[in-house]
C-alpha cells in the first residue's frame, strides 16, 4: 500500500470537534509533535471521511475505536453483530494509504485518559483513518502508537460510548483551510 505524506501542515492550534451520537469531544491536536498524523486527519475530517462511521471496537478500561471505513454502510446493529466475528472485516479499512509513524519521534507520545491515537496494523507504518481515544493512561502502548490529540472537553462523552454508536461528524477549529 502507498505511503501518504499529508499536504496539510498543521500549525499546533488544531482541534477537532468530534461529534458523536452520544455527545461532542473536543480534542487538542499535537501538530507540532505529530504532525502527519495531525495532517491526515485534518484532510480525511475536512473531507467528510469520519462523517456517519461508526465505532467498531470497546475494550472496557483501555480503548474506543472508529474510523474504519467498512462501518459506513452499516447501522449500528450490523456493527455490534460484527464487532466480534474476525470475519467481518469490521477493523480491517482505511482511506487506501499509510501513513508513516511518528511514535519514535514524538517527545510528547503518551497515553494518557483521554489521548488520541492511530491505530495500526503490526507493520509501525501502517496507520490510516482508524484511530483511539484511551478510557484511561495507557503507557504501555507509548513505544508502539503515536498519539496525536488529548481530549480538552468531553472525556466523559468518550467514556459512554460503545461499538455501534456514530461519529455524525469531526470538523477541525483553527485548521488553515
Given at each position: 500500500m502507498a505511503m501518504y505524506t499529508p499536504e496539510y501542515q498543521p500549525t499546533g492550534n488544531e482541534v477537532a470537534i468530534i461529534e458523536t451520537s452520544k455527545g461532542t469531544?473536543?480534542?487538542?491536536?499535537?501538530?507540532?509533535?505529530?504532525?502527519?498524523?495531525?495532517?491526515?486527519?485534518?484532510?480525511?475530517s475536512n473531507k467528510g471521511f469520519y462523517n456517519g462511521l461508526k465505532f467498531h471496537r470497546f475494550v472496557p478500561g483501555f480503548v474506543i475505536q472508529g474510523g474504519d471505513p467498512n462501518t459506513r454502510e452499516l447501522d449500528s446493529e450490523q456493527v455490534i453483530a460484527g464487532a466480534d466475528n474476525p470475519y467481518s472485516g469490521l477493523g480491517t479499512g482505511g482511506p487506501g494509504y499509510t501513513i508513516k509513524e511518528e511514535f519514535t519521534t514524538n517527545p510528547n507520545n503518551r497515553h494518557e485518559d483521554g489521548a488520541l491515537a492511530m491505530a495500526r496494523s503490526q507493520d509501525?507504518?501502517?496507520?490510516?483513518?482508524?484511530?483511539?481515544?484511551?478510557?484511561?493512561?495507557?503507557?504501555?502502548?507509548?513505544?508502539?502508537?503515536?498519539?496525536?490529540?488529548?481530549?480538552?472537553?468531553?472525556?466523559?462523552?468518550?467514556?459512554?460510548?460503545?461499538?455501534?454508536?456514530?461519529?455524525?461528524?469531526?470538523?477541525?477549529?483553527?485548521?488553515?483551510?
Open positions: 469531544i473536543r480534542v487538542q491536536l499535537a501538530g507540532e509533535d505529530a504532525p502527519i498524523h495531525v495532517g491526515n486527519f485534518v484532510e480525511l509501525p507504518n501502517s496507520a490510516g483513518s482508524q484511530f483511539y481515544l484511551c478510557l484511561g493512561p495507557q503507557y504501555g502502548l507509548d513505544s508502539g502508537y503515536t498519539v496525536f490529540g488529548q481530549t480538552v472537553e468531553g472525556i466523559d462523552v468518550i467514556g459512554k460510548l460503545r461499538v455501534g454508536d456514530e461519529i455524525v461528524s469531526i470538523s477541525i477549529e483553527g485548521a488553515n483551510a
